[in-house]
Every structure is written in C-alpha cells, then in structure tokens.
Nanobody, 120 residues
Framework: QVQLVESGGGLVQPGGSLRLSCASSLRISALDPMAWYRQAPGKQRELVSRITARGITNYAESVKGRATISRDSTKNMMSLEIHNVSPADSAVYYC??????????????WGQGTQVIVSS
C-alpha cells in the first residue's frame, strides 16, 4: 500500500507562482512514472506533467514553458512549480505514482488532491 499526500494548494494571484509537493510513503525510486493531474469543475481530469524514475519529463501544452516537475529522492517527494498562473490553472491537483510489478503489470496510486484557486 502506497500513500501519496499533496500539499501547497491555495489561493494564488494571476501572474504569480505556485509550488505543489507530493510526499510518498514509498521510496520514489520505486514509482515510475510519477505525475501531476488536475481536474477543474465540469471538466475531465487531465495530465499536467510526468516524470520518470530517470528524470525524463513531459508537460501538457497548457503549461509548457511555465511549469517544472522534479523529484527529490532523498526526501521521497515530487514537486510541481507553475509560473505565470491564470484562472485556467484553477483546479484540484492530484499526485500520481505507478509501481511496476514484474509479471503482474502495474499498480497505480493517487493522492487525495489539493485545490488551487487562481484569482485576484
């Protein structure tokens, strides 16, 4: 059983920056990939950014150039920074991690979510 806990949500002014963190009960070297998703009211959950165990990253077009995802293996944490935020970035953000299991596929884990509101 893996527990993922997000933190860092709250109110952010348009044009400002936000840093979200995800703490894992399992060493993050065992999670491949990890990712951030978000879901706005009335919208489907969407992928924001992913990072592999080797540090390879990708970003949704909506945040490309404004976001940075990172892993800290010493703290078993993953972070997401978003700069120059707009109301379109308002959503509940979810931490995701996948555990590859040889011969058994993968097990996926989700955090409970943290709400981000971008408003002046």
């Amino acid at each position: 059983q893996v527990q993922l806990v997000e933190s860092g949500g709250g109110l952010v002014q348009p044009g400002g920056s936000l840093r979200l963190s995800c703490a894992s009960s399992l060493r993050i070297s065992a999670l491949d990939p990890m990712a951030w998703y978000r879901q706005a009211p009335g919208k489907q959950r969407e992928l924001v950014s992913r990072i592999t165990a080797r540090g390879i990253t990708n970003y949704a077009e909506s945040v490309k150039g404004r976001a940075t995802i990172s892993r800290d293996s010493t703290k078993n944490m993953m972070s997401l920074e978003i700069h120059n935020v707009s109301p379109a970035d308002s959503a509940v953000y979810y931490c995701f991690g996948s555990v590859p299991i040889s011969g058994l596929g993968r097990e996926d884990y989700w955090g409970q979510g943290t709400q981000v509101i971008v408003s002046s």
